[in-house]
């Protein structure tokens, strides 16, 4: 069955990638930790996959642009006069520093270390566990329910919070959506917050990998990752609408079982032998 996947045409692959990556970008499951492991199925390794799989993260965030394209005109065309305006663009750039900041610092080293099967494994595990412990803690009504009533410090603690999705596994989404509730914010409110904020995070993301890798790139690519980019648009487009319905009545609970897991099946599957992870 591995040796079927591996054997896959590479713009299926590319398809298969682009779905995966617009389907778990903006849920705590981590689309970087299921890139990782779905690479590592389908015998798609090296700096270019690398590369392919922080690139097609831009589709999910094109998605979030068509999505929200009215709110996002709004913000910039008021912001010479609108205090609302300015606030959230302030929050949302502020929130982005440190990420961006930590990631250009320990970008690869982290991507040496840590960009393996097992490793994402435990960051599943460990996260699902957080989730765990944050939702059944929420006995306390939420301080804030609207992103617009975010204050410069709400938008510190949840950049600092993302920081945290530099560890492949842990989740970008995951890790500002929980940090947020955990600083007071709602779920809808951190959720679209976490929205917002995806879109200098994964343009950042996107731009750094291919300036830094574009040596390694040629004209016979550009299939692969325009495949992967519109899979990942239309996957994450989906799931950006679905996820909005499911925040308004729902947890995360059903979310932190699945990392918790996935999580455990691929660490008892690589421990004896039944799945040979490239590790």
């Known amino acids: 069955m591995l040796e079927l996947l591996v054997a896959l045409p590479i713009l299926v692959k590319a398809a298969l990638l682009g779905i995966i990556e617009g389907l778990t970008e903006f849920l705590p499951i981590s689309s970087t930790g299921h890139l990782i492991l779905a690479s590592s199925v389908l015998g798609f390794e090296g700096e270019k996959a690398k590369m392919f799989t922080v690139s097609i993260q831009t589709g999910a965030m094109l998605a979030v642009i068509w999505y929200y394209r009215a709110r996002i005109t709004d913000t910039f065309g008021g912001m010479l006069f609108d205090a609302r305006a300015r606030r959230f663009a302030l929050n949302v750039v502020v929130a982005f520093v440190p990420a961006a900041a930590l990631g250009l610092l320990f970008a690869e080293s982290i991507k040496e270390r840590l960009f393996h099967p097992v490793p994402v494994a435990i960051a599943f595990v460990v996260g699902g566990l957080l989730i765990l412990w944050v939702e059944r803690g929420r006995h306390r009504p939420a301080l804030i329910d609207d992103v617009d009533a975010m204050t410069l410090r709400d938008a510190v603690k949840v950049g600092i919070a993302q920081a945290f999705a530099l560890i492949p596994g842990t989740s970008r989404s995951g890790a500002t959506i929980v940090g947020g509730m955990l600083f007071g ?95």
Do not use: H
Request: hydrophobic share 60%; net charge positive; glycine share 8%.
């Open 185 to 279: 914010l709602s779920r809808a409110a951190a959720t679209e917050f976490s929205f917002f904020l995806a879109i200098p995070t994964l343009i950042g993301a996107g731009v750094y990998d291919a300036w830094k890798y574009r040596a390694l790139l040629g004209p016979g690519d550009a299939p692969m990752f325009a495949v992967g980019l519109l899979f990942s648009f239309f996957a994450a487009l989906a799931c950006v609408r679905w996820l909005i319905r499911y925040v308004a009545r729902n947890d995360f609970v059903p979310f932190a079982w699945y990392r918790i897991a996935f999580g455990i099946v691929v660490l008892v599957t690589a421990w004896s032998g039944l799945v040979q992870w490239n590790l």
